[in-house]
Each structure stands twice: as structure tokens, then as C-alpha cells.
């Protein structure tokens, strides 16, 4: 059993740079795929980001080469760096891991980054 706990959401004007922070507990994280994702209210859920666990990583194209996300072991704790933000990244974000094998079944409350 995986929980999940995000920080590190805001408001910042467009052009701005934010991190997240996903803090893993429960078990260890580093046996999962891990990954970040957005909605907004009313539209479909989008996959922003994930690393699986040989560290390699999946961008989606609207955020590439402006966000990076990236592991500290030592913490347990995933995160997305987030720069160049455009008012189109406004959004809530949510962490989740993948702890079966197949799908992204643990996931986060959420924190919500606003871009203006």
C-alpha cells in the first residue's frame, strides 16, 4: 500500500518556474513507475510526465523541453521542475504510482499550479 502526498503547487505569472513535490510512503517507491498527471475541471485527465524505474522518461510533447521530473531516493519523493510555464499549464496536478504493474492505481490529492 502506496500513499501519495503533493506540494509545491501555486500561482505564477506566465514564464515562471515551480517544482513539485511528491512524497511516496507506505513502500518503496523505487520498485514503481511513477508519473504526473493534470486535469482540468471538465476535460479529461492528461499524463504530463513518468519515470519508470531504470529512470527512464516519458514527456508529454506540450511540455517538452520545460518540465523535467526526476527522483531522490534518498527521500522518496518525485518531482516535476517546471519552467517556462504558459497559462495552457494551468491546471490541477496530480502524482501516482503504478504498484500493480500495467496501470497508475495510488494516487495523490492533487495541487492545483495557476499560470496568469
Known amino acids: 500500500h502506496v500513499q501519495l502526498v503533493e506540494s509545491g503547487g501555486g500561482s505564477v505569472q506566465a514564464g515562471g518556474s515551480l517544482r513539485l513535490s511528491c512524497v511516496a510512503s507506505?513502500?518503496?517507491?523505487?520498485?514503481?513507475?511513477m508519473g504526473w498527471f493534470r486535469q482540468i475541471s471538465g476535460e479529461e485527465r492528461e499524463e504530463v510526465a513518468t519515470?519508470?524505474?531504470?529512470?527512464?522518461?516519458y514527456y508529454d510533447d506540450s511540455v517538452k523541453g520545460r518540465f523535467r521530473i526526476f527522483k531522490d531516493g534518498a527521500e522518496n519523493t518525485v518531482y516535476l521542475q517546471m519552467n517556462g510555464l504558459k497559462p495552457e499549464d494551468t491546471a490541477m496536478y496530480r502524482c501516482?504510482?503504478?504498484?500493480?504493474?500495467?496501470?497508475?492505481?495510488?494516487w495523490g490529492q492533487g495541487t492545483q499550479v495557476t499560470v496568469s
Open positions: 519515470i519508470d524505474t531504470a529512470g527512464g522518461t
Open positions: 507506505g513502500d518503496t517507491y523505487r520498485r514503481f513507475c
Open positions: 501516482a504510482a503504478d504498484t500493480l504493474g500495467g496501470s497508475y492505481n495510488a
